[in-house]
């Protein structure tokens, strides 16, 4: 069942190969690490008076069971599905189970200027927006959006 910030954390998921931010192709990623996207989370969640639930996985189905897990636990997801954006039924299908809670797909990078293959998403099928292309800044708008569809309202300026 769906729950709002004031009582359930926005759970942030992270796909393959994020945990090498700042280290893997900065050229396309940039220098920010995982921690810093966690602490821009942080600070862009506490304007609305919420928490964030931040997680990171190279493994499917660990990401399919935290989905499941935010699906009664939390107000909304974020996630970054990484590679599996463009191969994941089992991730749509588990989003799809999650009925009335807010969903926002974020990519640092705009997967529409790079390899053909990117330009697919699966996960966009269930997303109720999708950002990419503003670099970690997307997280911190992902969050927010979330918030708002969660019916929350800024607490702070």
């Known amino acids: 069942m769906p729950r709002t910030l004031a009582d359930a954390p926005i759970m942030i998921l992270n796909g393959p190969n994020l945990n090498l931010l700042g280290h893997r192709q900065p050229e396309v990623y940039g220098s920010d690490t995982l921690a810093d996207i966690e602490a821009l ?48 039924v089992a991730i749509l299908d588990a989003l799809h189970a999650c009925e009335g809670l807010p969903v926002v797909e974020v990519h640092i990078s705009n997967i529409h200027r790079r390899e053909q293959f990117r330009h ?38």
């Open 41 to 88: 989370c942080v600070k862009a969640v506490a304007a609305y008076g919420g928490t964030v639930d931040f997680r990171q996985s190279n493994h499917e189905g660990e990401l399919v069971d935290w989905i499941q897990e935010a699906r009664l636990n939390h107000a909304g997801i974020v996630i970054n599905p990484a590679a599996y954006s463009h191969t994941s």
């Open 120 to 157: 697919h998403s699966y996960v966009s099928q269930r997303a109720d927006a999708v950002i990419a292309g503003c670099g970690v800044q997307g997280y911190a708008f992902a969050v927010q959006r979330v918030a708002t569809l969660a019916g929350a309202a800024r607490t702070q300026v």
